[in-house]
């Protein structure tokens, strides 16, 4: 796909319009939900990097070595080349296994602060709303429902909504 970017800034400059200006794209500055999610894609890349490069050796049959070559030079060819013996696929095994348990807690704890977060939300959304009007007496009046949101509440509703669906796109993704 190319990019137009220069092609519309002209175009916006034919309507004086000011042209697109690229975001400049900071971690600090994200909310911590962001933050933490980056953090554990970071991670988990890292990991996928790391089980990508061992897999050759990982899954060789040949016999490991009988002797190593501890050789500077040669250190890193040969380590990358030489199958792993059986306790270090068992080491290896385990240090992945307890990374993957602690992505997958991370994960979880995430999903649940979110799901927090919305209860919050709906609770003090319908809070506010009780207490308008005149509050038990309104309701009671009005059937015993709660009183209709205003254009600013159902506005805030669907904010709060696109926010929910879009973290949740994240943590599905992660």
């Known amino acids: 796909m190319a990019n137009i970017t220069s092609a519309f800034n ?9 042209p697109v200006t690229p975001h400049a794209y900071n971690i600090s ?3 911590s939900f962001l933050q933490e999610a980056y ?9 996928t990097r790391t089980l990508r490069s061992t897999r050759p050796a990982y ?18 060819t040969h ?9 270090e696929r068992e080491a290896f095994d385990a240090q992945s296994k307890k990374l993957l348990k602690q992505l997958n807690a991370a994960i979880k704890s995430l999903s649940q602060a979110e799901e927090v977060r ?16 005149m509050g038990a007496l309104g309701r009671w009046a009005a059937g015993g429902a709660v009183t ?20 949740a796109a994240v943590i599905m993704f992660l």
Do not use: C, M, W
């Open 148 to 167: 209709a949101k205003s254009p600013q509440e159902e506005a805030e509703e669907a904010k709060n909504n696109t926010l929910a669906a879009f973290r």
């Open 39 to 47: 953090s554990i894609n970071a991670r988990i890349a890292d990991l």
């Open 10 to 18: 002209a175009h916006l400059k034919t309507h004086n319009s000011p």
């Open 118 to 133: 919305n209860q919050t939300l709906d609770s003090v959304a319908l809070s506010k709303r009780a207490k308008g009007g």
């Open 79 to 87: 380590d990358a080349a030489r199958p792993l013996t059986h306790e």
């Open 29 to 31: 500055r994200i909310d």
């Open 59 to 76: 899954l060789s049959t040949a016999p490991p070595a009988r002797h190593r070559r501890h050789n500077a030079q040669n250190a890193t």
